[in-house]
C-alpha cells in the first residue's frame, strides 16, 4: 500500500516551484506553458458559458406553468403547452433505467472482484463492459428495437391489429437505458470493493462466515456510496440520452398509456431530451423558447445530479487503517 | 492482485454454506457472462438484419456514386413486393463524413486535452484546479442536446453571418448550399464533448507518474515545462492512446449533436474547396440512423440503417476494446508498482 504523505495534491511542487521563474525558460517553453494555460482557462470559460448562457435563455422563457401543463399540438408552438409529460417521461425512463441497471451491476461489479473465476472469463467481461460502454446509443436503440419488435416480445409495448408488435415503450427504453447506465454503477461499485482492505473479509471469515454473507454483510454495505456514485452517475446519462428516446420512446410528446396491465409503462411518451430536440430548429416543432426552456430544465437536472455525486464523494467512507 | 488472493480464503462452514456460495458465484458469474451475449447478439442481429444491403451492393457500398440522398430516398419508397426492394447504395459520403469529423475532432482534442491536463496537474493554481476538475465533470455531463441546441441556435446563425461570404457561397452553389450548418461547428462541439473523456483519463495518468521522476529530472536542472513534457508525457504516452481511442468512440456514436449542427446532407465535404471546405455540410452514419428513425419499418430502408449500425457497433467495439488493453498493458507495466 502506497503510504500517503499527508498534504494537498499539488505539494510536491510547492518546493520545486521555487527553483528559477519561467521568464528565465527559453522561448519554446514559455509558449508551451502558455498553451497550458490557455486550455485550462479555456475549459473554464466554455463551460461558464455554457451554463450562464442556457441560464438567461432559461429563466428568460421558462414560465411555472410550463413546468405542470401537458404539450399541445397547435400551429404556433410558442405559445401553447408545456412540458409536463416531458418531465414526467424523464423521471420514469430513469427510474425504469436504473432500477434495472443497479442490480445487474453490482452483481457483475461483486462477480469480478470477489469471484472472478475463471480469469480468462473475468477478463473478457471486463474488456466486454467497456465494448458496452463504447457503444453508441443509436445503435443500442436500433438493437433494442429489433429485439423488442419479436412478436413474443409483445408485452412490453403494444401489438397493432394484424400482429406487427410496435417495440417502442417506456419499458422497452428503459431496458436499453439500463445499458447505457450499466459501465457506470459497474465502475464505481468495482473501484468501492476494491478499496476495502484484504483483512475486513478476513475478519470476517475468521468469525464463520461464508464468502456469500460476507458479501451480502460486510462488503455490499461498505461499498454503499460507491454504487450511489455509480447509480447517480448512471441517472445522469440516461437523463442526457436522446437517441434511445427519439428511436425507441415513440415520437408522441403526451404520455399515451396503453390499456391493460401496467399500461403506461407500456405506453409511449417523451422526456426533456426529446422535447428539447423536437423544438430545436432541427425538430419538427420548431419552437426555440420552449426548447431553451426545456434545455435549462435538463440542465438543472443534470447539475443537480452531478452535485449529488459530489456530495456522495465527500461524504465520509469508513476508513479502514 | 487482492481479490485474486481472495477467492483462495476456504470457505468457513458446513457443506450447506459451501452450497450457497457455489450458488451464488454461479448466479453471479451468469449474470456477468451476459454482458458478453449482450455484445454477441448485438452484432450478430444487427449484422444478420443489415446483411442484405451489403450483399445487393457488394464492396460498392463503401465506394462513391451518386448522391447518397436520393439513394436512401429510392430504397425509402421501393416497391412493396420483397422482389422489388431497392437496395442501390453508395455509402462513401456518410462514411467520409463520420471518418472526417471524428478524426478531425479527436486530432484537435487530443492536443487540448494533453495541455489542459497538463494544466490541470502541474500549472494550475490551487483555487484554479478545485474549480476545473468539477467544470470537467460538468462538461462531460452536459446533455448533448443541450450542446446541439446551442449549437444549432448560437455558433450556427454567428457561422453563417461571420464566416461565410457570399463568394464562398457562390463557389459552390452548384453543389451545396451553405447556411451555416457545416463540419466546422460539429467539429468544434464535439472538441468539447469529448475532451473531458480525455482529460480525465490523462490527469489521472499524469497523476500516476512516480514525483521520483520528476524530482530526478528537476534535479539535472530541467525546469518545469520540460520535465513534464519529456518525463510525464512521454511515461504516459499508452494512456494518451487510450484516451483518443476511447474519444474516438464516443465521437463516432455521436448521432442527436451532429444531426442538428453539421447539416444533415449526405454530402461529402471536398478538400479542394479550399478554406469553404469546413463551411461544408455533412452527416456521420450515426445521425443518418436518428434522422430516418421513423422510417425504419420499411423493409429494405430498416435494413441499411441496420448495415449502417452494424459499421458503427464494430468499429466502435474494436476502439473501446483497444482502448482498454492500452490502458490495462499501462496500469500493469508501466506505473503499476509505484
Redo the contacts between chains.
Sequence with gaps: M?VRVPG???D??AS??R??P?SA?SVG??I??G??????IS??V??AT??G??AWKGLQFLHLEMLTTSPEASMDQSQSGGFFDPIIGTLLLTVIGIAIAIP?GV??A????????P?G??R????????????????????G???FQQTFMGLFSFTAEGGAVFGRSFITAGVMMS?VALPMVIGSTREAL?AI??HV??AS?AL??????T?RRVLLPSARSGIATGATLGM?RI?????IV??LLG?SMTITPEGGFLGLFRGTGSTL?SY??NN???GEGNA?EK??AA?FV??LV??F??FV??LISKRSEPKWS | MEAASLTDAPAAGGREDDRTDRRVELTLGALASAILLLIAGMVIFVLLKGMPSFTHNGLAWFGAGGSVDEQLMNIFNSPSDPDDYVYHLRAWPLLYGTALITGVAVAFSTVFSVLASIFVVEFAPRRLRQVIEPVVRLLAAVPSVIYGLIGILVVVPWVATHLISESSKESVAYVIQLDGTSILVGIFILVIMICPIMIAIIVDALRSVPDKWIHGARALGVNRWRAMRTVSLRAIRPAIVAAAVLATARALGEAIMLSMVAGSVGFAPNPLDGLTFFLEPARPLASTIVDNSEGLSVEPFGQTMYAFAAILLISSAFLSFAGWAARRSFSRYTLGDR
Excluded: H, Q
Excluded at chain 1, 124 to 136: K, L, M
Design positions: 502506497k494537498r495534491p499539488g510536491r511542487l520545486l516551484r527553483t528559477g519561467a525558460w517553453d514559455r508551451g506553458l498553451l497550458a494555460w490557455i486550455a485550462g475549459l473554464c466554455v463551460a455554457i451554463v448562457y442556457m445487474v452483481g457483475i461483486v462477480w469480478l472482484t470477489e469471484y472472478g473465476r480469469a472469463l473475468a473478457a467481461v471486463e474488456s466486454g463492459i467497456e465494448i458496452v460502454a463504447g457503444t453508441p446509443s443509436v445503435v443500442l436503440a436500433i438493437f428495437l429489433l429485439v445499458v476494491n482492505p484484504r473479509r478476513e471469515y464463520g462466515k461464508d464468502r456469500a454473507s458479501i445522469g437523463a442526457g440520452d436522446t437517441a427519439v428511436i415520437a431530451t428539447v430536440y430545436s430548429p432541427a426555440p426548447a431553451y434545455a435538463l440542465l443534470v447539475l445530479l452531478n455525486v459530489g
